[in-house]
């Protein structure tokens, strides 16, 4: 079974722009979680979608957005870049969220610099 | 944002000896994971815990979920080189999961 794959795994952008992130999810699973990694800050949430609804939300300006098609792939959205956004942007599935025994699985990420 | 309490922050050891990390809180969890991350890389599962007092085993690694559901530790036996990496513990509370500030991990071989 192929794993969480993510892409693009490198961008570089400057302050102002907007950046989307594509995240697809392993096969039959319905849940997709979005993190922001620092060095600083370490491992934060940012968002849960399940079945195309945003489920939970993090402690995020709301210039980070998400959504969720169909089939269960994941966008996230960050507009008007930071310097500060500069981050490893990771992205989790499981099966039928996180709210019971499931485990999530991660991504390999995304890279993001903003210049 | 909120982490949990996690310890020792790094540590070296020589290959071969056994490692022991934890991760405390003051609040109850449903389930504790520990994750492994090598750099520029995303968090590779390694293992899941579920119940309080469970005591869980894949291969040279162990990890408990603590009866008071406050804390998790995390033991690696026989530490080899590609041990190395930075461990996390993420524990289940309120629908999201909330993760440890993580334990670097440097193996001298």
């Known amino acids: 079974k192929a794993g969480v794959t993510q892409t693009p795994r490198y961008l570089i952008k400057t302050r102002g722009q907007q950046v989307t992130l594509s995240c697809s999810p392993i096969s039959g699973h319905r849940s997709v979680s979005w993190y922001q990694q620092t060095p600083g800050q370490g491992l934060q949430f940012l968002f849960e979608y399940f079945s195309e609804t945003q489920r939970n939300k993090g402690n995020f300006p709301g210039r980070f957005s998400g959504r969720q098609f169909s089939n269960s792939r994941s966008e996230m959205n960050v507009s008007t870049l930071e310097l500060g956004d500069s981050a490893l942007y990771l992205c989790a599935s499981s099966s039928s969220g996180i709210s019971t025994t499931d485990t999530q699985y991660f991504g390999p990420g995304t890279r993001l610099t903003v210049l | ?109």
């Open chain 2, 1 to 109: 944002g909120q982490q949990l309490n996690q310890s020792p922050q790094s540590m070296f050891i020589q290959e071969g000896e056994d490692v022991s990390m934890n991760c405390t809180s003051s609040s109850i969890f449903n389930t504790w994971l520990w994750y492994k991350q090598d750099p520029g890389e995303g968090p590779v599962l390694l293992i899941a815990l579920y119940k309080a007092g469970e005591l869980t085993s894949n291969g040279r690694l162990t990890a408990q979920f603590g009866i008071t559901r406050k804390d998790s530790f995390l033991n690696i036996s026989a530490s080899i080189p590609s041990d190395v990496g930075i461990y996390f513990c993420a524990g289940l509370r309120t629908y999201k999961y909330i993760f440890g500030t993580g334990t670097r991990l440097k193996v001298l071989a």
